[in-house]
């Protein structure tokens, strides 16, 4: 079956600028997780989603970062007023939600945002 | 806090056996994770062992668990040049909301 998907796979945005980052999470899976992974930093968590609601955005690095999920299904992860900092790899997963601890994590490919 | 240390780089030649190693600081952890990632390309996760197990093998790959020191290992038989990627070793948080990485260890495997 498919994957994780994301879109899109590259993005060049110019500073100031605001950017909206999709995952199209495997069929049927509840949990929904948004990861960054910087040069220098490794992977950073960003937000955890069960269902609609988010019971964890304590990774979120800033006001300027917000996230969404409708449906239970597709999130968006919106980055206001691009910083050269936000450059990085922003990576979605997914898992069934059934339990958390022990599950396991499907990531999709990317998305690799560059901020000049 | 919780956090997972690894070594950088390893580098070996093809058909040598390479050993990744992982430090983490959560004795609670109930799984813990490696996973792959190519060039380019998302993670791909390659294998996980239980907290009340010593030791798993899968073909190629054996991980090893020492719950006492915290310290676990992946060991990949007759390395091949595409085994080369970075390895990721992770565990959960202790919500149970996000797994922790380390920050991954560049394998080069040369031929």
């Known amino acids: 079956g498919a994957g994780v998907s994301q879109s899109p796979s590259n993005k060049v945005t110019e500073k100031g600028k605001d950017v909206e980052l999709r995952c199209d999470p495997i069929?049927?899976?509840?949990?929904l997780y948004w990861y960054r992974q910087s040069l220098g930093q490794g992977l950073e968590f960003l937000i955890y989603f069960q269902g609609n609601s988010a019971p964890d955005k304590s990774g979120l690095p800033s006001d300027r970062f917000s996230a969404e999920r409708t449906g239970g299904s597709v999130s968006t992860l919106t980055i206001q007023r691009t910083q050269q900092e936000d450059s990085a790899v922003y990576l979605c997963?997914?898992?069934?939600?059934?339990?958390?601890?022990?599950?396991?994590?499907?990531f999709g490919p990317g998305t690799r945002l560059l901020v000049l | 806090g919780e956090d997972v240390e690894q070594s950088l780089f390893l580098s070996v030649r093809e058909g040598d056996s390479s050993v990744i190693n992982c430090t983490y600081t959560d004795s609670s952890s109930t799984y813990l994770y490696w996973y792959k990632q190519e060039p380019g390309a998302g993670l791909q996760l390659l294998t996980y062992?239980?907290?009340?197990?010593d030791m798993k093998q899968d073909q190629r790959l054996t991980v090893l668990l020492n719950k006492k020191d915290k310290h676990l290992s992946l060991r990949i038989a007759d390395t091949q040049t595409g085994d080369s990627a970075i390895y990721f070793c992770a565990e959960w948080n202790q919500a149970g909301t996000a797994l922790i990485f380390g920050k991954g260890t560049t394998l080069s495997v040369s031929s």
């Open positions: 997963a997914s898992s069934l939600g059934e339990v958390s601890v022990g599950e396991t994590q499907y």
């Open positions: 069929s049927g899976h509840t949990a």
């Open positions: 062992i239980f907290s009340n197990m």
